[in-house]
């Protein structure tokens, strides 16, 4: 299969399950409400403020995260509302203190080209040196006795993309209603999840579109899965 394009999200939604992939970017289908998702946005709204503006005033930054998250579709009464205080008051003194200095470039858009196949991306916050990007979850990821981040594979296939062919390192932080930790990937790290990435593409390149029907679903249970997207997938392959 040729693409014009690809992006980190849907190499990461191939790798994770194809059957998702082939409902959202070959029929087009869209999963429902995100609350999680819009809270996740609303947040970096604020924290975009704080990084390129020195803008630290904590009822302004939280009216703006809340304004974001209702004009994504949320509502008052969703959960992740209440929430979004928490994950202010998190990040706001990290950000203060954490002398990263303003970004050369915020939601900076990026094109790579990877196996013969262009990337489009966007950076969260990019300095000469490095890229970072914000994680806003409800709790850490897990860590090794040793220091390295487990279970997330698809952080690191992204900023390997990010980095690929910089002089750039990457830096991940991830921000929790209770506390924010950051992480920086080794280059084994971002080479392995690289040579995941390309053998993905070749994977997608060799995919007929036909053949959709021998992708079945692998685990719907997933938080990927939405209500709509389990439907559309039962529909589909007589689930």
């Known amino acids: 299969m040729k693409f014009d394009h690809l992006s980190a999200s849907q190499i990461n939604n191939w790798i994770d399950d194809p059957a998702l ?3 959202k970017y070959l029929y087009g289908i869209r999963g429902g409400r995100r609350p999680a998702a819009w809270r996740g946005n609303a947040v970096e709204k604020a ?35 209440n929430i979004i205080p928490d994950y202010i008051a998190q990040v706001l003194p990290f950000i203060k203190d954490c002398g990263w200095g303003s970004p050369e470039g915020c939601q900076t858009s990026l094109e790579v080209e990877i196996e013969g196949v262009k990337f489009i991306g966007y950076m969260d916050y990019a300095w ?26 698809d952080h690191l296939r992204q900023m390997s993309i990010y980095t690929h062919n910089s002089n750039r390192g990457a ?26 990435v390309t053998a993905a593409i070749r994977a997608m390149k060799e995919f007929e579109p036909q053949d959709w029907f ?17 439907e559309k997938a039962k529909e589909l392959w007589k689930l």
């Open 21 to 23: 992939w082939i409902l």
């Open 47 to 81: 924290v975009d403020l704080m990084m390129t503006k020195g803008e630290f005033r904590e009822h302004f930054l939280l009216d703006t995260a809340r304004m974001e998250f209702l004009r994504l579709g949320g509502l008052q009464t969703d959960k992740e509302w």
């Open 128 to 153: 000469p040196g490095m890229v970072r990007d914000c994680k806003t979850t409800g709790r850490l990821p897990s860590f090794s006795r040793e220091g390295v981040l487990k279970g997330k594979d």
């Open 171 to 196: 830096e991940l932080f991830y921000v929790t209603p209770k506390t924010v930790k950051t992480y920086q990937p080794s280059q084994d790290e971002l080479n392995r999840a690289f040579n995941h």
């Open 214 to 230: 021998r992708y079945v679903p692998r685990d719907m249970s997933h938080w990927k899965w939405d209500d709509k997207l389990r």
